[in-house]
């Protein structure tokens, strides 16, 4: 119990010489330029593959913000599987793959299916080693023309879907239809099924005793 006294503040921390620990962001400039050198670098190293992987789409969380989509994390299992590809040639050739997400809608499986077989159309596959092809392998004459794409984001981009309908005006039978009464009272009904059910189911029995 705190007594209302005049007794000395207990850890006390006042001398810790925050000003000196404070952090500033004046190099801004030289870390753009140095973000800027490692990206180079790393197209370089990994030329003539992408610089970043070939994401999916999905669409985001909640019911606030699910209208739109966005690149996910990778590829499902069933997806990869639908295109043709196998989960383990598609990490070397630039795909990403998630093995925890699931698909929870035909559209949204068809849509990414879509996307590896656009990718796939314009993916050039170099031999691994020289003067060995593969099947599946480039000839020369596509070899010599191929350039690195430096973001697959940029070359496939996922375009947010278009409105099914259009902006119209607002009839009177739509003014007089009450929505969220309509929604309350579905939601009701739902909700009550089974109670209302066995109400009924009783009462049927007990009105079946009472004849006998």
Do not use: C
Not at 26 to 43: E, I, L, M, S, Y
Not at 99 to 124: D, M, P, T
């Amino acid at each position: 119990m705190a007594i209302a006294k005049n007794y000395p503040i207990l850890s006390n921390h006042f001398r810790k010489q925050w000003d000196r620990r404070v952090r500033v962001h004046f190099d801004q400039a030289g870390r753009k330029q140095r973000r800027r050198t490692a990206r180079v670098a790393k197209a370089a190293r990994v030329a003539p593959r992408p610089v970043d992987s070939l994401r999916p789409v999905v669409r985001a969380p909640t019911i606030r913000y699910n209208r739109r989509v966005r690149a996910g994390k990778g590829f499902t299992l069933e997806e990869l599987k639908a295109a043709g590809i196998p989960r383990k040639f598609a990490q070397t050739v630039g795909i990403a793959v998630d093995f925890r997400r699931q698909n929870r809608s035909v559209e949204g499986l068809e849509a990414n299916v879509a996307r590896l077989k656009e990718y796939q159309a314009k993916l050039i596959l170099f031999p691994r080693k020289a003067g060995k092809p593969k099947a599946g392998d480039a000839d020369a004459a596509a070899i010599a023309e191929a350039s690195q794409i430096k973001s697959v984001a940029a070359a496939l981009p996922i375009v947010q879907p278009v409105p099914e309908t259009a902006p119209r005006a607002i009839t009177e039978e739509a003014k007089s239809v009450n929505a969220y009464r309509t929604l309350r009272e579905a939601r009701s009904e739902a909700r009550y099924l089974g109670i209302r059910a066995k109400r009924a189911k009783d009462k049927a029995d007990e009105a079946a005793e009472k004849k006998k």
